[in-house]
């Protein structure tokens, strides 16, 4: 097996089967490259054709809303990061193993409900609610920003007026969704990036579902439970969705297709399987070797 690392070459010497996985976009580049997939996109950079197959479409992923913030009046396991810089909670996490610095942070709690609106079966949820200990208020170095690819114009307009302000997050994630996108190629050359085109929204019905997500995050964020802290809802009106009515339908569907991020959890571009459309056979044996 021959591969580049760090822009050096290597050559691994394999004795049994070699399995080649480079990940929902990876492995779909990597498959065109290798004369797998859509004839037409193939002969556009002369590739030969060895098999002619839907590879990069039947692209899925998880759409989120990562921007509802909840202030409250007094720390309760929040994290702000200018605190998190104090030597005491360095040498705590360092030392003992104990202190803020050992919270995940990200994910705190977690619920999986369903919306009225949802088009699942009964006994299935088309909606997680992922609850973060942090915020943007509590942003200084802009990590969290660049995470969800938010711009720091946006996070300064909406949240300047309470930078350093103890605060929490809870993020609806869209389940299920029905919208498809897309890989395809760029050119021949394997050190540049596929075209990604996820068609987040394409399905209406994504949109209604999410927005239903949204509601149902903010409804648990200001619930009896959170009101010891004093939790509020922060009511700066996202930018570019300030002329409509806030907290109307019409005003969550901006704040999704304006701020709303990928959690990069894609699949599905490279089928596998039963089917004469499977890159790999139940065995994982590639295309390759039995087309």
């Not at 590739?47 to 921007?67: F, R």
């Not at 890989?183 to 994504?206: A, G």
């Not at 959170?226 to 704040?255: I, M, Q, T």
């Amino acid at each position: 097996v021959e591969f580049m690392k760090n822009k050096q070459r290597f050559m691994i010497k394999a004795r049994k089967e070699v399995i080649l996985s480079a990940g929902t976009i990876g492995s779909a580049q990597i498959l065109m490259l290798s004369g797998v997939g859509p004839k037409e996109d193939l002969e556009k950079f002369s590739i030969p054709v060895y098999s002619n197959l839907k590879v990069g479409y039947n692209l899925q992923d998880h759409a989120s809303l990562s921007a509802l913030t909840f202030l409250i009046n007094q720390p309760a396991g929040t994290v702000v990061e200018q605190e998190m810089r104090r030597p005491r909670y360095v040498l705590d996490y360092t030392f003992f193993n104990r202190g803020p610095l050992t919270l995940p942070a990200g994910a705190e709690g977690i619920a999986f409900v369903k919306t009225n609106t949802s088009f699942l079966p009964p006994d299935v949820p088309d909606i997680e609610l992922v609850m973060g200990i942090g915020a943007f208020t509590g942003d200084a170095s802009g990590f969290l920003r660049n995470v969800f690819g938010i711009p720091k114009s946006f996070t300064d307009r909406v949240f300047g007026s309470v930078y350093g302000r103890h605060a929490f997050t809870i993020a609806p994630v869209l389940m299920k969704p029905k919208s498809r996108g897309r890989i395809s190629l760029k050119s021949k050359n394997p050190f540049h990036w596929p075209h990604l085109r996820p068609n987040f929204y394409s399905n209406k019905d994504d949109l209604v579902v999410l927005r239903e997500g949204v509601k149902l995050a903010v409804q648990v964020g200001e619930s009896k439970a959170f009101r010891r802290f004093g939790a509020k809802f922060h009511d700066v009106p996202f930018v570019g969705c300030e002329d409509l009515r806030f907290r109307s339908d019409e005003y969550w569907d901006c704040c999704i297709r304006r701020i709303a991020s990928s959690l990069q959890h894609q699949v599905g571009t490279c089928k596998m399987g039963i089917g004469s459309d499977a890159v790999v056979d139940p065995q994982l044996k590639g295309c390759l070797l039995y087309t």
